[in-house]
């Protein structure tokens, strides 16, 4: 089972950002508007005029975003597994899960418990594209997260 921890101060309110691009650096790094500064630019009128597009450019490449909304009665968050979490599993160990689970079925496992730690919230995420706006039919964070959207409020009416 998993369970999420509210911090014991307060959260901060973050911008989720999903870059079209591989970043292989987690620690803090310093921003300035030089480097990063997103423009809003208005729906064309022949567009959906709900949709809301953002410009910016990234190490020199332009890139279009396109905001998904978190609806309401749902908080998108960002969470830390701690250091108590182990790594994702590999493939050989994901099938000695599934082994070790169907084992443990008949055995009448224990369930293990784990804790995460809310860092920071949101309440939309902005997608960004090479040149163009994502295509929501075609893209696959955006794709999921509707579809995640979806199954969610199906859980939550029960």
């Not at 250091?83 to 994901?94: C, H, V, W």
Request: with cysteine.
């Amino acid at each position: 089972m998993i369970s999420i921890k509210k911090p014991t101060s307060s959260e901060a309110l973050s911008k989720a950002n999903v870059l079209p691009c591989r970043i292989k650096y987690t620690g803090p790094a310093s921003s300035s508007r030089q480097l990063w500064n997103p423009t809003t630019q208005p729906a064309n009128p022949g567009d959906n005029a709900s949709v809301e597009t953002h410009k910016s450019y990234f190490r020199g490449r332009k890139l279009i975003g396109t905001k998904l909304v978190v609806p309401d009665g749902y908080q998108g968050c960002v969470l830390d597994a701690g250091s108590a979490s182990n790594p994702p599993p590999t493939g050989n160990q994901k099938r000695e899960t599934l082994y070790q689970d169907n084992n443990a079925e008949e055995d009448g496992g224990i369930e293990e418990s784990v804790e995460w730690t809310t860092k920071a919230s949101f309440g939309d995420i902005m997608v960004w594209g090479h040149e163009v706006a994502v295509d929501g039919t075609q893209d696959g964070v955006v794709k999921g997260v509707e579809e995640w959207m979806g199954m969610a409020k199906i859980l939550n009416g029960y």
